[in-house]
């Protein structure tokens, strides 16, 4: 079975700055990481889960709007795992944050908390 290990999460002020991994294993061979178009989503309190940034095989990302400019994913396929940096945190990007493929097609981890309060 496939496994997605997020972390990084945490409580941080309006402002702050956090760094999320993502890290795949199981049955997920570095081959399907590599050709895998992959996302960071995230749950806020009482919504459902949404995409905030994607990442395509070749590296290029995308954002949703309220992100822009502020969050950015990489990728490193050497070591299955993908990133994403989040600066200038509002209390609105508070929620758990999931990876997973782009269309969502693998089983998802715990995700990881962000707290963004003053």
């Known amino acids: 079975q496939e496994q997605l290990v997020e972390s990084g999460g945490g409580s941080v002020q309006p402002g702050g700055s956090l760094r999320l991994s993502c890290a795949a294993s199981g049955t997920i061979s570095s081959f399907a990481f590599t050709i895998a178009a992959m996302a960071w989503y995230r749950q806020a309190p009482g919504k459902q889960r949404e995409l905030v940034a994607g990442i395509t095989r070749g590296g290029t990302p995308d954002y949703t709007d309220s992100v822009k400019g502020r969050f950015t994913i990489s990728r490193d396929n050497a070591k299955n795992t993908v990133h994403l940096q989040m600066n200038s945190l509002k209390p609105e990007d508070t929620g758990v944050y999931y990876c997973?493929?782009?269309?969502?097609?693998?089983?998802w981890g715990q995700g990881t908390q962000v707290t963004v309060s003053s």
């Open positions: 997973n493929l782009r269309n969502a097609g693998w089983k």
